[in-house]
């Protein structure tokens, strides 16, 4: 698109504000597009890799700001152990850069096409081990932002709740320009692998919830079977090679998908059809969980370095207490079954879960009170996928799920507003400073934060 003017000056009357998609490569830019008498069209919304599962960052008119032209890695400090890059940074691109130096991030993360900007205001996580915090926003420790008003905004650690605030705060508070992370030097971890029924599962999960490990499985509800890696921290530093992780994350993010929606379009006869793709799961994942990855560091464990988010995945996250998931996730895989026999529509992707480590470090973090279990419902199915996450949204909520406002699909305003209690009304009376001319608030965000 081409450069549009920000103001109009002399006797010529001001044009009506106009829609758009803006991608500033400096600070200056984007203090000019931020500006009010820039006349943009409004809400404003921040895109980084565009990942969301939602509508938290989609509104039928207003104005993009695209931050992947902010993409320099300012600084890292091998003495101090941080890190500061533009919003705009990959975050592979970031972990590739720290091991040169010998250095990574404090977390394993997925979706590594995600930018910096985007994963510290809205819920990036993975699975930590132990106590290890699971957001990535954790690891932020200072940050630069473009207010509503087109103001620097510098926030430290010294402003903790200020910090708070910002992390995981949708887009809601301002343009992040520039992040600070803590990081550490890398540390190896050993990954053990198991495979089992849904009934054993649950008693694993309940009991290495409490422990001092990491684990990420992928649930297969319709084979009543689980893949799991627990993950402990090793004594002393090793070597963790980066291809059979490559492999694993190529297996699941790209082959898989690309063979079940194939299958989906040559194989009318479901059952048929399923059967296979059980197996095809089933086969891919015993052999890359349990032969392939034995050791891994955080800088391994993330997978390819995309720059796009894979094509045709349909997602919906839900957490739920740790404490509960043994009922939950023998409840999950029976609602699955039930919602098929009723509907005819299933998920041909295994499910995937992981521990999220409680995390007081955000205001509007999902674990916020406890620990929890993520749980990633996948597909590539569209036709029907609309109705299954009703469906899921209903069952998540009655067994105390918590909705993530950038992956939870169908979750009910009134009933994230009631999961986040009195932290959501705090949020609101901060947005509202900042921001109260609600230039950043999107109509999917204004059903909770108005």
């Known amino acids: 698109m081409k450069s549009q003017g920000f103001r109009d000056t002399g006797k010529i009357v001001r044009r009506p504000a106009r829609p758009g998609v803006y991608a500033?490569?400096?600070?200056?830019?984007?203090?000019?597009?931020?500006?009010?008498?820039?006349?943009?069209?409004?809400?404003?919304?921040?895109?980084?890799?565009?990942?969301?599962?939602?509508?938290?960052?989609?509104?039928?008119?207003?104005?993009?700001?695209?931050?992947?032209?902010?993409d320099r890695i300012v600084h890292i400090d091998n003495y101090n152990h941080t890190v500061t890059a533009e919003a705009g940074v990959r975050i592979g691109v970031l972990v590739a850069a720290l091991a040169e130096h010998g250095l990574e991030l404090t977390g394993v993360y997925d979706q590594t096409e995600r930018t910096l900007g985007?994963?510290?205001?809205?819920?990036?996580?993975?699975?930590?081990?132990?106590?290890?915090?699971?957001?990535?926003?954790?690891?932020v420790i200072a940050l630069k932002v473009v207010t509503a008003s087109g103001k620097v905004m510098k926030i430290d650690e010294t402003q903790k709740n200020l910090l708070a605030a910002?992390?995981?705060?949708?887009?809601?508070?301002?343009v992040i320009y520039e992040v600070t992370l803590q990081v550490r030097p890398i540390a190896t971890f050993s990954a053990s692998h198991r495979s089992m029924d849904i009934d054993t599962f649950a008693e694993v999960a309940d009991r290495i919830s409490k422990g001092n490990v990491g684990f990420k499985?992928?649930?297969?509800?319709?084979?009543?079977?689980?893949?799991?890696?627990?993950?402990?921290?090793?004594?002393?530093?090793?070597?963790?090679?980066q291809t059979p992780w490559k492999i694993k994350d190529w297996g699941e993010s790209t082959v898989l998908p690309n063979v079940f929606k194939s299958l989906g379009r040559v194989l009318p006869i479901p059952s048929v059809?399923?059967?296979?793709?059980?197996?095809?799961?089933?086969?891919?994942?015993?052999?890359?969980?349990?032969?392939?990855?034995?050791?891994?560091?955080?800088n391994a464990a993330g997978g390819r370095h995309r720059r796009r988010k894979p094509k045709?995945?349909?997602?919906?996250?839900?957490?739920?207490?740790?404490?509960?998931?043994?009922?939950?996730?023998?409840?999950?895989?029976?609602?699955?079954?039930?919602?098929?026999?009723?509907?005819a529509y299933r998920c041909d992707m295994p499910a995937v879960g992981y521990r999220v480590a409680q995390d007081t470090s955000a205001l509007l973090s999902?674990?916020?009170?406890?620990?929890?279990?993520?749980?990633?419902?996948?597909?590539t199915q569209k036709k029907g996928w609309d109705d299954f996450v009703m469906h899921l949204a209903e069952f998540a909520e009655n067994w105390g799920g918590t909705p993530l406002f950038n992956q939870t699909q169908a979750a009910r305003p009134e009933y994230v507003a009631q999961t986040y209690g009195g932290r959501v009304?705090?949020?609101?009376?901060?947005?509202?400073?900042?921001?109260?001319?609600?230039?950043?608030?999107?109509?999917?965000?204004?059903?909770t934060f108005t």
């Open 425 to 447: 009304e705090f949020f609101r009376k901060l947005r509202r400073q900042l921001d109260p001319e609600n230039r950043l608030l999107t109509p999917f965000l204004a059903r």
């Open 166 to 174: 910002f992390r995981l705060n949708y887009g809601m508070l301002g």
């Open 366 to 379: 999902p674990s916020f009170d406890e620990p929890l279990i993520a749980l990633q419902t996948v597909s």
């Open 273 to 298: 059809r399923y059967q296979l793709i059980d197996s095809i799961s089933a086969a891919t994942h015993g052999l890359v969980n349990s032969r392939l990855v034995r050791k891994g560091n955080n």
């Open 118 to 139: 985007g994963a510290l205001a809205a819920p990036c996580m993975g699975p930590g081990i132990g106590g290890q915090a699971s957001f990535f926003s954790s690891q």
């Open 312 to 343: 045709g995945l349909l997602y919906s996250t839900w957490c739920f207490p740790a404490s509960d998931f043994s009922l939950v996730v023998k409840a999950y895989a029976r609602f699955c079954r039930e919602t098929f026999a009723q509907t």
């Open 24 to 70: 500033p490569t400096n600070l200056a830019r984007l203090m000019r597009c931020m500006d009010t008498g820039a006349n943009l069209a409004l809400p404003i919304r921040p895109r980084g890799a565009d990942t969301s599962a939602t509508d938290c960052n989609v509104s039928p008119s207003g104005t993009v700001v695209d931050t992947a032209g902010l």
């Open 217 to 241: 499985f992928y649930l297969l509800p319709y084979r009543n079977h689980v893949y799991i890696d627990v993950r402990r921290y090793e004594k002393k530093a090793g070597s963790a090679y």
